[in-house]
């Protein structure tokens, strides 16, 4: 079992006193919070969190991954709880 650690302590540990990350450090850090997304997906992702389109994520555009992994985990849980396979 993992353990829980906050998205301000993750984006640090990862990418240290930076003011943004490159697309290579937000995939590892979504990796670790999603082993089986695609490269097409973190594509994507880094795209729709990068909201002023400089190519880099800021903690505060960072910090909507959280939300984002947070709605997507309860929508599998109640997914699964109500037999949905869509």
Request: glycine fraction near 6%.
């Amino acid at each position: 079992m993992r353990k829980s650690i906050s998205i301000q302590t993750l984006y640090h540990s990862v990418n240290g006193n930076a003011p943004e990350m490159d697309s290579k450090v937000f995939a590892k850090i979504i990796r670790y919070m999603d082993k089986e997304i695609t490269d097409h997906e973190l594509d994507f992702l880094f795209k729709a969190f990068d909201a002023d389109g400089s190519g880099q994520i800021s903690y505060p555009e960072f910090a909507k991954v959280e939300i984002f992994f947070l709605l997507n985990f309860f929508k599998r849980k109640l997914f699964n709880f109500i037999g949905f396979r869509g």
